[in-house]
């Protein structure tokens, strides 16, 4: 059994390289082919795969395999047109949803958005992502609720959550464009002045906001120990974290999922964070919110059902390929 596996966007990128990981241990032939995004991705999960020019119709015209594996991307036709090809050569294709959100969208094309181009399975994070797929018009007998591999890949490497009671010492805050992002590290700021434990604050800026001015004037001006995160893989920072701080950053899940508490600063900002709904990270709207959460950084109960129903969702995908054969 031979797997092809595919995807462009990051979030898809990353669920269908943990996969790959557990199929290829397993002992599974699997070819992987990343583009754009999804190359980088790959190479942070350590996972071998063959880097796809902008374009990518050639790779298709050699190609053969057992079961086609994807990611889902809203701007690219990467794996769309990888669908449709494992359609023509009647291949059963299996596409990865990597977040709550643009179920359709996803399976649209660009150029003919009325007909989307649905796999023969598409995987669902959850209940609550199932629901919402097939009130977006997913057909019913294509979903399969299985989790988020790469969920499952960052449980694995969870940090020890035995030092959860002592203090936060190194924190974390993942700043954003377009997000009150100032004002939001004003308030921060603020409460980290008096908050003794601190020993080290590092800031990470969005690769779209570049390294804020005013921003930095403020941290400058606060005299707090602040360093600027500029490391190409986040995930090696947030283990040397003992707290992550962001407003609606993906990172903030990453964290979460890794055993570090993680806390929205959605102060003047719509709370758009899907895990915030469900206490896996912690949605924080003011002054209060952030210091009490800074002193007990707890972990609910809400957030270790959510931690079992994600755990070895990258074998269950993985599987489920078998499976369909």
């Given at each position: 059994?031979?797997?092809?596996?595919?995807?462009?966007?990051?979030?898809?990128?990353?669920?269908?390289?943990?996969?790959?990981?557990?199929?290829?241990?397993?002992?599974?032939?699997?070819?992987?082919?990343?583009?754009?995004?999804?190359?980088?991705?790959?190479?942070?999960?350590?996972?071998?795969?063959?880097?796809?020019?902008?374009?990518?119709?050639?790779?298709?015209?050699?190609?053969?395999?057992?079961?086609?594996?994807?990611?889902?991307?809203?701007?690219?036709?990467?794996?769309?047109?990888?669908?449709?090809?494992?359609?023509?050569?009647?291949?059963?294709?299996?596409?990865?949803?990597?977040?709550?959100?643009?179920?359709?969208?996803?399976f649209q094309p660009?150029?003919?958005?009325?007909?989307?181009?649905?796999?023969?399975?598409?995987?669902?994070?959850?209940?609550?992502?199932?629901?919402?797929?097939?009130?977006?018009?997913?057909?019913?007998?294509?979903?399969?609720?299985?989790?988020?591999?790469?969920?499952?890949?960052?449980?694995?490497?969870?940090?020890?959550?035995?030092?959860?009671?002592?203090?936060?010492?190194?924190?974390?805050?993942?700043?954003?464009?377009?997000?009150?992002?100032?004002?939001?590290?004003?308030?921060?700021?603020?409460?980290?002045?008096?908050?003794?434990?601190?020993?080290?604050?590092?800031?990470?800026?969005?690769?779209?906001?570049?390294?804020?001015?005013?921003?930095?004037?403020?941290?400058?001006?606060?005299?707090?120990?602040?360093?600027?995160?500029?490391?190409?893989?986040?995930?090696?920072?947030?283990?040397?974290?003992?707290?992550?701080?962001?407003?609606?950053?993906?990172i903030l899940i990453?964290?979460?999922?890794?055993?570090?508490?993680?806390?929205?600063?959605?102060?003047?900002?719509?709370?758009?964070?899907?895990?915030?709904?469900?206490?896996?990270?912690?949605?924080?709207?003011?002054?209060?919110?952030?210091?009490?959460?800074?002193?007990?950084?707890?972990?609910?109960?809400?957030?270790?059902?959510?931690?079992?129903?994600?755990?070895?969702?990258?074998?269950?995908?993985?599987?489920?390929?078998?499976?369909?054969?």
């Open positions: 059994m031979k797997i092809i596996a595919i995807a462009h966007d990051p979030g898809g990128a990353n669920a269908v390289a943990a996969t790959v990981a557990a199929l290829r241990a397993a002992g599974t032939q699997v070819e992987a082919y990343a583009k754009g995004p999804a190359i980088h991705q790959f190479q942070r999960l350590v996972v071998a795969c063959t880097p796809v020019s902008q374009e990518h119709q050639t790779i298709f015209v050699p190609l053969t395999g057992d079961i086609l594996l994807t990611g889902t991307s809203q701007y690219d036709e990467f794996e769309r047109d990888a669908i449709f090809w494992a359609r023509q050569k009647c291949i059963p294709s299996i596409a990865v949803i990597d977040y709550w959100a643009n179920y359709r969208q996803r660009l150029n003919n958005p009325t007909e989307p181009i649905f796999p023969d399975v598409i995987t669902a994070l959850d209940k609550v992502c199932a629901a919402g797929m097939l009130t977006d018009g997913i057909p019913e007998k294509r979903i399969r609720v299985v989790g988020q591999p790469y969920f499952a890949w960052l449980i694995a490497r969870q940090k020890s959550r035995k030092g959860i009671l002592k203090l936060p010492e190194n924190i974390l805050f993942a700043s954003q464009p377009n997000a009150n992002e100032v004002e939001i590290l004003r308030i921060l700021i603020k409460v980290l002045t008096d908050y003794e434990p601190l020993k080290k604050f590092l800031i990470r800026f969005h690769p779209r906001q570049g390294k804020c001015r005013a921003s930095l004037d403020l941290l400058a001006e606060s005299g707090l120990p602040f360093a600027i995160d500029e490391s190409a893989d986040t995930l090696a920072t947030l283990h040397q974290q003992d707290i992550m701080l962001g407003i609606t950053s993906i990453e964290a979460a999922l890794m055993g570090i508490p993680a806390g929205s600063l959605v102060i003047g900002v719509d709370d758009t964070l899907i895990t915030n709904q469900r206490r896996i990270t912690i949605p924080l709207n003011s002054s209060e919110k952030l210091r009490e959460f800074l002193y007990f950084p707890q972990h609910g109960k809400i957030e270790e059902q959510f931690f079992e129903q994600q755990r070895d969702a990258d074998l269950r995908v993985a599987q489920l390929c078998k499976s369909i054969i």
